[in-house]
């Protein structure tokens, strides 16, 4: 049996890691092939296995950042250019994964973006499984939730990374003939129990994109008021993003360049190695759909703090066994538990063993499961 994953491409990110990781998993058992838009940089930023195809399905790359940079600087000949190209390259987009839909050879095909979703309800062969595998949270923003239900009806499933979205999506296409099924995303390397983080180094961290969801600028004005009673922590920061620069200049003006490190992208190995070296896990997205970095996090051993807002935490933590969820985005109640775990060694090592717990349910081998019984119709 071939399955087929369309991605948008296979540079960092949330969506293009759980998409290495299904086909890390799935190339077990099936003939794997991902049906990639862009190649943006010469390797996948996250490791493929050697038995994936992967295909590119064009040689351009998006113009965004170029079109909004003239846009900003109100050069409008560079920009209309720019919008021109731009309009171009979507539409080869468009063209290329449209001919792979109607020719690929594959008996399943999952797409990974709502766009996909559409095209791969329309011009799919009528004898292919056709899987939807939606990320984001819809965080009360209906417009989304109904762009996710026109784009979805035609599939034959819907996979939702959390039970809440599987509720609310099941609702919402209960009227269609696309059936929502729930699959969490999957944690493929998890520390042995003997290389857990030691929890003694005075230090917090945080892992993600760094755009303004993220909700870093909220981290940083939290850990200034921290810092200023405990100058002896720092914090490290992994990942980048648009978000990067507003966060250096925060950093440089309140005089935090001593004690907050941006260390920007880095592979796998770096991010579990600094997961150790640190004592608490800090997440303080606006809104997160699942929270793999929670797992990560976890499997080293390491205490959470997640605003509840982060709607992914909900349906990992609970507050005060193996982890907190502090409600309302309230600064003053997160920088109190942040401090409560700094200043105490036994509360840090219990709710770290408590949360190592939870990620066996999220092992390769218990989610894999859940994939085969849609893919095989069971």
Known sequence: MKVSILALHLNYGGVERCIST???ILVDKYDVEIACSYKLI??????????????YLTEVVPNEAEFRGFIKKHRYIKSFKEGMKSLKILKLRKKTMISYIENCDSDVIIATRDIFDEWLGTY???????????????HDNMKYADKIKMSCSNLDYLVLVSKSLEAFYRGMLRNTKCECRYIPNVIEDMPSKNDLAPLVNKKLISVGRLSPEKGYLDLLKMFKTISSDYPEWQLDIIGDGPSRGIL???????????????????????????????????????TESFGIVLLEAMSCGLPCISFSSAEGANELINSGSNGYLIKNRNFAAYIKKCED??????????????GRRLVSKYSPDNISKEWFKIIEKK
């Open 42 to 55: 010469d390797e996948p930023a996250f490791k493929i296995d050697d038995r994936v195809s992967i295909k």
């Open 341 to 354: 775990l700094m200043n105490d060694f036994d509360s840090r090592k219990k709710i770290g063993l408590e």
């Open 22 to 24: 299904l086909a890390n």
């Open 124 to 138: 799919g062969k009528d004898n292919v499984l056709k899987i939807g595998w939606e990320h984001n949270h819809y």
């Open 248 to 286: 250096e200049e925060y950093i440089k003006k309140n005089d935090l360049e001593k004690k907050v490190t941006l260390h920007g992208f880095r592979d796998k190995e770096y991010i579990y190695q600094k997961l150790r070296d640190s004592s608490i896990y800090l997440m303080t997205s606006h």
